[in-house]
């Protein structure tokens, strides 16, 4: 069960835009990590959960698999417009994680847009377990 009260806050860095999540448990830690990043990208308020799609991403280690499962969500977002408003992670495992995404295609005349995501970089990322939390660093390419 993922905790529902999870926290994230955006980071300065110079010409990318930062990210650090934290959460209860490692679920909660994609779920919030997944939502966050679609929050950079449009306002969240303005997503509609219209549409599920399934997303897994495969990695050797916890942070190949916390990096390779946000490369899956902007993956979606660039091959199909896709912007998700709920995440919801079914499943955590050494070097699988999968999820179901509520959202919908992105429309320039109903949804703001913030900014364009070119890639999820390893600089400063970090995946970490401290003080009974979950936590990760990431900085985004923008």
Same mark, same amino acid.
């Given at each position: 069960?993922?905790?529902?009260?999870?926290?994230?806050?955006?980071?300065?860095?110079?010409?990318?835009?930062?990210?650090?999540?934290?959460?209860?448990?490692?679920?909660?830690?994609?779920?919030?990590?997944?939502?966050?990043?679609? =929050?950079? *990208?449009? &306002?969240?308020?303005?997503i509609q959960?219209?549409? /599920? $799609?399934?997303?897994?991403?495969?990695? #050797?280690?916890?942070?190949?698999?916390?990096?390779?499962?946000?490369?899956?969500?902007?993956?979606?977002?660039?091959?199909?417009?896709?912007?998700?408003?709920?995440?919801?992670?079914h499943r955590?495992?050494?070097?699988?994680?999968?999820?179901?995404?509520? =959202?919908? *295609?992105? &429309?320039?005349?109903?949804?703001?847009?913030?900014? /364009? $995501?070119?890639?999820?970089?390893?600089? #400063?990322?970090?995946?970490w377990h401290?003080?009974?939390?979950?936590?990760?660093?990431?900085?985004?390419?923008?």
């Amino acid at each position: 069960m993922t905790d529902k009260k999870i926290a994230f806050r955006e980071i300065e860095h110079t010409a990318d835009l930062g990210l650090e999540i934290e959460a209860a448990d490692l679920p909660g830690l994609f779920a919030s990590a997944g939502e966050a990043f679609y =929050g950079l *990208i449009a &306002d969240p308020t303005e997503i509609q959960p219209k549409e /599920e $799609i399934s997303v897994s991403a495969t990695g #050797e280690c916890r942070e190949e698999l916390f990096h390779a499962w946000l490369c899956e969500l902007l993956a979606q977002f660039n091959l199909k417009g896709f912007i998700g408003k709920q995440c919801r992670v079914h499943r955590v495992e050494p070097g699988r994680v999968e999820a179901r995404i509520k =959202g919908e *295609i992105l &429309d320039l005349k109903r949804h703001r847009f913030y900014t /364009e $995501i070119k890639g999820v970089t390893y600089h #400063e990322f970090k995946v970490w377990h401290e003080d009974g939390k979950w936590r990760a660093r990431v900085i985004f390419d923008v």
